[in-house]
């Protein structure tokens, strides 16, 4: 699966989105309510009642406010002129959206179609002005529901200025079209000729689980306490004088810091770090968790330090130790894992490669480190069956299309590392998940595959450029090279005779 351009973007304008919806002067969006009807039910139901609910329980727990809510301020924006609206839903969602027959919806004969889904088309008609859609349902169907606009007179210019999401991409609506930035590969193959050349409205696969609650619900096996857990070694700087650290614990601990010192030494360094907070919705018992992080400068090279995290309040934990490069000629090695998917066996075998190889000097993991990237539990477990093991060798990672998936970007993972912020700068490159590291005399050049490939390519160019380095590594998840699927467009930018002022080894 690959994945186009713009969702990204389109995720940033739909959380400004979602900001702008809390001014005083407009109404509150789907996220608001959707984060109160949560909070509600933890405090009404049990675990094993959440499991059963379904979309007829949802309508009668809900105020007739929270109701129209879910049923407008899904989708809006305005027209200049009457139109005619064109709503594709697939034919596999067992449930319709409870909003769409009252709203005046009522499904035609037409049939839309690509490689994956037959949807069924509903349409309405709406007067020149403002028209509102609801959520695509309480179960979190992947393939959501998108539209497609007409004048009703053919003589009228549509004009349509979108209000939500504030920033939404349009294309024709044919053959070949796709609609979902996040499997931009998934195209129409059949297009009933009465729609064909309408304005065709663009979403993300991650919409699904805008007010997800039907089997939504999940805990985790490992959730936070106060005392410091899932600490993780990274590097934003320099690794001969810089060391990042990250960690959790639960919510209620409001501050923790770092205590660290050369090994053999007395004299201790405290360095405050700082806090981010990180929400779960559905994590039933622990939908709240910080997570801290905190970077130290000024170390020496080739040492070995002593460290201890924690606060007043949560605890310290107990003394663990990590080394910085040193720059001596000496070569060194790395441990390179692919596709972790927060399995024990990699847990274990993480654990084992530090028995058996000490003096390490990092670890990468080249993608899908877990196999949800915005199920906090994933992280949890990954975290627990790996160990201590970065705890005293830092970790640098990559995104693979399971840490950020369905056009909902990656925000937990970038939440879990700090990392160099030198990737390109390109709106579609998240920070942090392209960048460049030097360790000794290599160059590691770390890629987000899953971010476009061309808006990339002139920044790796440049890096090799200029880069001296014996070595220059390159880390991305999807293989150019592989039997299962084909990433000619990968081969093709950054493939062997690419480009032939630089050669990419
Ligand atoms: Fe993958």
Known sequence: MKFSGPFLFLLLVLFSAFTDRDKPQSKPGVKVV???????????????????????????FLTNQEKKILA??????????????????????KVLPFWLKDSGFR????????????????????????????????????????????AQRPGDALRISPIFPAHQTFTTFQKGAFTYHDWSDLTLSEVPESLRGQTLFQTIRGRAREAHLVGAFRRT????????????????GNPATTQDIQWRTTASVPNGSIKYWQKGSRDTLVKAATLNKMEDRLLQNDRYAHRFT????????????????????????SVASFQTQSTTNEGFSFIWFGDTHKSPVFGEMAQQTLT?????????????????????DE?????????????????????????SQDGLGA????????????????????????????????????????????AQTAWIQQQLAQSKDDWKFMFFHFPPYTFEEDYADIRKAWGPGAHSSTNIT
Do not use: C
């Open 356 to 376: 058996r190889h000490p003096n390490i000097a990092f670890y990468s993991i080249a993608g899908d480190l877990v196999s949800t990237g915005l199920h906090r």
């Open 221 to 236: 096996k490992f959730p936070a306490t106060t005392q410091p857990d899932q600490i993780l070694l990274t590097w934003s």
């Open 294 to 317: 905190t970077q130290l400068t000024g170390l020496k090279p080739g040492k070995t330090y002593d460290y201890q995290i924690g606060s007043p309040k949560g605890g310290w934990s």
């Open 107 to 150: 499904k035609t004969e037409l049939i839309v179609k690509n490689e994956e889904y037959t949807y069924e088309v509903w349409q309405r008609t709406y007067e020149a002005g403002v028209v509102s859609l609801g959520i695509n349902g309480f179960d979190k169907h992947r393939p959501v529901y998108f539209i497609s606009v007409k």
């Open 379 to 403: 992280w949890d477990e990954l975290w627990q069956y790996s160990g201590t093991t970065f705890q005293s060798k830092p970790l640098l990672p990559i995104p693979g299309n399971h840490d």
């Open 72 to 93: 407008t301020q899904y989708w809006t924006f305005r027209t200049n002129v009457p139109v005619v609206v064109s709503l594709m839903r697939d034919q596999a969602q």
């Open 34 to 60: 959707m984060d109160g009807v949560v909070t509600r039910l933890y405090k009404t139901y049990q675990p094993q009642q959440l499991d059963t609910i379904q979309q007829d329980f949802v309508l009668s």
């Open 411 to 454: 925000w937990m993972y970038q939440q879990m590392f700090s990392l160099p912020h030198n990737g390109p700068k390109h709106p579609e490159v998240p920070d942090e998940q392209t960048y460049a590291f030097r360790y000794k005399n290599a160059l590691f050049l770390m890629i987000d595959a899953t971010a476009p490939i061309e």
